[in-house]
């Protein structure tokens, strides 16, 4: 990996993180439920570095939610581990999907980036559904799929309904886009 895209990948862990802090604070929903915007530069990651840098993002970005949802919440230690797995499939698969329909190379790419923000969702879903009906309960005595189903899923939706929109905006944006390529010393792949 070259110096700029560990740099990039560094960026979006410790964006993620701070989004993460501000969002907890304002956005409290119920006791342990807040929105979480942390999740927003693992999209980018995924989007401009594809799966891996995705990934790695989103492994960096669950840390401090993994923190505040685990040990400091209702997950117990158990959200130490699953939150940035959690994040990091999410940015795994936003960077697999835009890779393999070539999104990067699209000049209408954001109009695609509603669905694919959408898609990319899917596993880590699925994954925290897998949390909150088996392992928490399990290994913590906490959780259950109506936790899940009532407090948790509505409002990822709600998180990445309004992530998306901004994933539009970004990928729209020429100067967003100029400058992260050049940033990342990558050609533009975006095609005028």
Same mark, same amino acid.
């Given at each position: ?43 980018? =990651?995924? &989007? ?8 790695? !993002? #989103?492994?960096?970005?669950?840390? +401090?939610?993994? %923190? ?61 559904? =897998?949390? &909150? ?8 005595? !906490? #959780?259950?799929?109506?936790?899940? +189903?009532?407090? %948790? ?40």
């Amino acid at each position: 990996m070259r110096a700029k895209t560990v740099g990039f990948t560094l960026m979006m862990g410790a964006l993620g993180n701070a989004l993460f802090v501000i969002t907890y604070y304002v956005g409290q929903i119920a006791p342990g439920v807040a929105l979480d915007f942390s999740l927003l530069p693992a999209y980018i =990651a995924g &989007f401009y570095g594809g799966p891996l840098i995705g990934f790695i !993002s #989103g492994l960096l970005v669950g840390v +401090l939610p993994g %923190i505040m949802f685990g040990p400091m919440g209702m997950c117990g230690w158990l959200g130490l581990i699953v939150l940035p797995i959690g994040k990091s499939l999410t940015g795994l698969t936003v960077g697999a999907i835009s890779e393999s329909v070539g999104l990067r190379q699209n000049k209408r790419s954001s109009l695609f980036a509603i669905p694919v923000s959408l898609m990319a969702y899917v596993p880590e879903g699925v994954f925290t559904y =897998a949390v &909150f009906e088996w392992l928490l309960p399990f290994f913590i005595g !906490s #959780g259950g799929a109506l936790i899940f +189903l009532y407090y %948790i899923l509505p409002k990822a939706l709600a998180e990445i309904v309004i992530i998306s929109f901004f994933m539009v905006t970004l990928l729209g944006n020429k100067g967003f886009n100029e400058f992260l390529w050049a940033f990342m010393g990558l050609e533009n792949r975006k095609t005028a």
